[in-house]
T-cell receptor, first 114, second 115 residues
Framework: DAGITQSPRYKITETGRQVTLMCHQTWSHSYMFWYRQDLGHGLRLIYYSAAADITDKGEVPDGYVVSRSKTENFPLTLESATRSQTSVYFC?????????????FGPGTRLLVL | AQRVTQPEKLLSVFKGAPVELKCNYSYSGSPELFWYVQYSRQRLQLLLRHISRESIKGFTADLNKGETSFHLKKPFAQEEDSAMYYCALPPLTNAGGTSYGKLTFGQGTILTVHP
């Protein structure tokens, strides 16, 4: 479980500020993901990345930016935070074996935008 | 478009009672479905996948293609089963393709098992 970490774990910010959420994994998994978790909506995919320097939009990408300069890091940036971005954010990566894939999640970052 | 529906946001049962968490999906083809669980103050983790046909922590889930359902069941609920449960579906892929974990999640069901 310690293979994928997120920081900060809690963050309070103000509307209009830029915020970056960090995600780090030690497994060298190729695929990484950012989800947001909201009651009534479940988990929704924001962005994902197939490898370093390859990223793509998910279901709810507006207002977010990602980068993947190194395989192990996948930061998520809120360019100008809005109250609607108050949520719990989960980073995940996928382990692929010959027979199956398993997605592993980070502990989450609770973000409050005032 | 594929979709996962968990009709119950909240589900309460007493310890020792049977529990069933419902999941319905829309998908063209033969899906691989998952159940994820999130215990209080813990990260989301895979509970079981239908292709394994296994029982984890007493839970089982059967894929019913006719009803497009993948309900999670446990005959005797325990207090430690209290958690948020998500049903998840990978995207459509070409034959021999893979989803690489790009999952579509249901809205989640909060299960509370009372003593």
């Amino acid at each position: 479980d310690a293979g994928i970490t997120q920081s900060p774990r809690y963050k309070i910010t103000e509307t209009g500020r830029q915020v970056t959420l960090m995600c780090h994994q030690t497994w060298s998994h190729s695929y990484m993901f950012w989800y947001r978790q909201d009651l009534g909506h479940g988990l929704r995919l924001i962005y994902y990345s197939a490898a370093a320097d390859i990223t793509d939009k998910g279901e709810v990408p507006d207002g977010y930016v990602v980068s993947r300069s190194k395989t192990e890091n996948f930061p998520l940036t809120l360019e100008s935070a809005t109250r609607s971005q108050t949520s719990v954010y989960f980073c995940a990566s996928t382990e692929r074996t010959l027979v199956q894939e398993t997605q592993y999640f980070g502990p989450g970052t609770r973000l409050l935008v005032l | 478009a594929q979709r996962v529906t968990q009709p119950e946001k909240l589900l309460s049962v007493f310890k020792g009672a049977p529990v069933e968490l419902k999941c319905n999906y829309s998908y063209s083809g033969s899906p691989e479905l998952f159940w994820y669980v999130q215990y209080s103050r813990q990260r989301l983790q895979l509970l079981l996948r239908h292709i394994s046909r296994e029982s984890i922590k007493g839970f089982t889930a059967d894929l019913n293609k006719g009803e497009t359902s993948f309900h999670l069941k446990k005959p005797f609920a325990q207090e430690e089963d209290s958690a948020m449960y998500y049903c998840a579906l990978p995207p459509l892929t070409n034959a021999g393709g893979t989803s690489y974990g790009k999952l579509t999640f249901g809205q989640g069901t909060i299960l509370t098992v009372h003593p």
